[in-house]
């Protein structure tokens, strides 16, 4: 099992910057392929990164590629969310996710999320 835990969330300004972390915690948090993904008001649950359980690999959703970055320390059990020029439409709660798939499915753990809101 992996718990999971979201921190960061809050409320910035359409071009700033925010970083969220996910702690983990279980056996298998260090092996596990971890992803963010969002939900909006009214809208599906959608990928937005992932990372290998090494950091030596990423994936990005098109909608945030260049401007997030997805990184992780396997010796604090945290993974991370650098998000820059953050836009009114990328705002959610971002949710992380433990066993993300290779083709950036979710898998089967999930935190409680937090709130990001990118006021115009």
């Known amino acids: 099992q992996v718990q999971l835990v979201e921190s960061g969330g809050g409320l910035v300004q359409a071009g700033g910057s925010l970083r969220l972390s996910c702690a983990g915690s279980?056996?298998?948090?260090?092996?596990?392929?971890m992803g963010w993904f969002r939900q909006a008001p009214g809208k599906e649950r959608e990928f937005v990164a992932a990372i290998n359980w090494s950091g030596g690999s990423t994936n990005y959703a098109d909608s945030v590629k260049g401007r997030f970055t997805i990184s992780r320390d396997n010796a604090k059990n945290t993974v991370y969310l650098q998000m820059n020029s953050l836009k009114p439409e990328d705002t959610a709660v971002y949710y992380c996710n433990a066993e993300t798939s290779a083709w950036n499915a979710p898998g089967a753990y999930w935190g409680q999320g937090t709130q990001v809101t990118v006021s115009s």
């Open positions: 279980g056996r298998s948090f260090r092996l596990s392929r």
